[in-house]
């Protein structure tokens, strides 16, 4: 009966022929099994014609949900990971997950209870809230126009909400919070939302043709974005150096990036960064001799981050700072 609940669950239509054969059962059998899922409050009903078979409806009220063993513990798994992750709401999380485990029999329960792990702590505060995010979500679904007020990072935390009218595209978690991709209305381009900065407000404005978001993965496009790239999901700054040391010793500290072995004492890097001056000064955690450094605007940025240190080393008592000359602005900015 499980498995011909997941199949059920799996299409919008299944010939009783093709059940009967996938579960290796008797028609006799199948029409037995399909009527008790009835008396369990499922809404199957029976299609007529050559291929006549069985449909599963929603219904108005939850029936009793059915799984297998695998289904179960996987459940279980994943709402202990979003109560401890703070991914959803942990306290209702933790409640789902109790009034599952018992109602487990005690096989699934020892497994379950097997399944601990703990959670780095994180310097970005999670903010699910339920109601925003259905708000939000439901809006991305239908293809209807949002308005909402938004406080941008740049904003004083004081100031009136800027008011925002986007076509929402998709809703996405990540890096410890909730976003929003949108094609935004009033400046006709695609922009990235925090939810928790966002209040929503109803109703919603008309419906809308969905827009692809640019290299059609929004996983890729808010990659780039949270990399500082308002194109593909690469560093707008990447260059190279040979480091001074073993090429096992660099590998483990090197996240994203290649590394190449030269030999005993020496490695080549290539990896990339938001800035120059930033890929410039993460390459200076490594505590060794860098030559080969390529493009020159890497070279030209270790050679500004010198003078800064510098100026850094001979800084009077008073903590007055002492301005270099000709500094160039090395920095890339964007718009988020």
Same mark, same amino acid.
């Given at each position: 009966?499980?498995?011909?609940?997941?199949?059920?669950e799996s299409r919008r239509d299944w010939?009783?022929?093709?059940?009967?054969?996938?579960?290796?059962?008797?028609?006799?059998?199948?029409?037995?099994?399909?009527?008790?899922?009835?008396?369990?409050?499922?809404?199957?009903?029976?299609?007529?014609?050559?291929?006549?078979?069985?449909?599963?409806?929603?219904?108005?009220?939850?029936?009793?949900?059915?799984?297998?063993?695998?289904?179960?513990?996987?459940?279980?798994?994943?709402?202990?990971?979003?109560?401890?992750?703070?991914?959803?709401?942990?306290?209702?999380?933790?409640?789902?997950?109790?009034?599952?485990?018992?109602?487990?029999?005690?096989?699934?329960?020892?497994?379950?209870?097997?399944?601990?792990?703990?959670?780095?702590?994180?310097?970005?505060?999670?903010?699910?809230?339920?109601?925003?995010?259905?708000?939000?979500?439901?809006?991305? +679904?239908?293809?209807?126009? &949002?308005?909402?007020?938004?406080?941008s990072v740049r904003d004083d935390p004081? *100031?009136?909400? /800027? @008011? $925002?009218?986007?076509?929402?595209?998709?809703?996405?978690?990540?890096?410890?919070?909730?976003?929003?991709?949108?094609?935004?209305?009033?400046?006709?381009?695609?922009?990235?939302?925090?939810?928790?900065?966002?209040?929503?407000?109803?109703?919603?404005?008309?419906?809308?043709?969905?827009?692809?978001?640019?290299?059609?993965?929004?996983?890729?496009?808010?990659?780039?974005?949270?990399?500082g790239s308002v194109g593909e999901n690469?560093?707008?700054?990447?260059?190279?150096?040979?480091?001074?040391?073993?090429?096992?010793?660099?590998?483990?500290?090197?996240?994203?990036?290649?590394?190449?072995?030269?030999?005993?004492?020496?490695?080549?890097?290539?990896?990339?960064?938001?800035?120059?001056?930033?890929?410039?000064?993460?390459?200076? +955690?490594?505590?060794?001799? &860098?030559?080969?450094?390529?493009?020159?605007?890497?070279?030209?940025?270790? *050679?500004?981050? /010198? @003078? $800064?240190?510098?100026?850094?080393?001979?800084?009077?008592?008073?903590?007055?700072?002492?301005?270099?000359?000709?500094?160039?602005?090395?920095?890339?900015?964007?718009?988020?």
């Amino acid at each position: 009966m499980l498995k011909l609940l997941s199949l059920l669950e799996s299409r919008r239509d299944w010939p009783g022929r093709v059940l009967s054969e996938r579960l290796e059962i008797s028609d006799r059998t199948l029409r037995r099994d399909i009527d008790h899922l009835r008396e369990l409050g499922y809404r199957i009903t029976t299609f007529k014609g050559p291929d006549g078979g069985y449909r599963l409806d929603a219904g108005s009220e939850l029936p009793p949900l059915l799984f297998d063993d695998d289904q179960a513990v996987a459940l279980a798994t994943a709402l202990q990971t979003a109560a401890a992750s703070g991914a959803a709401d942990g306290e209702a999380a933790l409640r789902a997950l109790t009034t599952v485990r018992q109602v487990m029999p005690s096989r699934l329960r020892h497994r379950v209870d097997s399944v601990t792990f703990s959670t780095l702590p994180s310097d970005t505060e999670v903010v699910a809230d339920p109601a925003k995010l259905l708000a939000v979500s439901t809006a991305a +679904r239908a293809c209807e126009v &949002l308005r909402f007020g938004y406080v941008s990072v740049r904003d004083d935390p004081d *100031a009136e909400p /800027s @008011r $925002r009218r986007v076509e929402p595209r998709h809703v996405v978690f990540g890096n410890g919070r909730w976003y929003l991709v949108a094609w935004d209305l009033d400046v006709d381009d695609w922009r990235v939302y925090r939810l928790d900065r966002m209040s929503p407000r109803i109703p919603t404005g008309p419906r809308f043709t969905p827009r692809a978001v640019p290299g059609g993965d929004v996983r890729d496009f808010l990659a780039g974005r949270f990399k500082g790239s308002v194109g593909e999901n690469t560093w707008p700054c990447t260059g190279e150096v040979v480091l001074h040391l073993p090429a096992q010793e660099v590998i483990p500290f090197v996240t994203e990036g290649t590394v190449e072995d030269l030999g005993p004492d020496r490695c080549r890097l290539r990896v990339g960064s938001w800035s120059w001056v930033a890929l410039a000064a993460s390459l200076g +955690r490594f505590d060794t001799a &860098l030559t080969d450094v390529a493009p020159p605007e890497l070279a030209d940025a270790f *050679a500004l981050l /010198s @003078r $800064r240190f510098a100026d850094t080393s001979i800084r009077p008592r008073d903590g007055a700072a002492v301005p270099s000359q000709n500094e160039p602005d090395r920095r890339r900015t964007t718009d988020g």
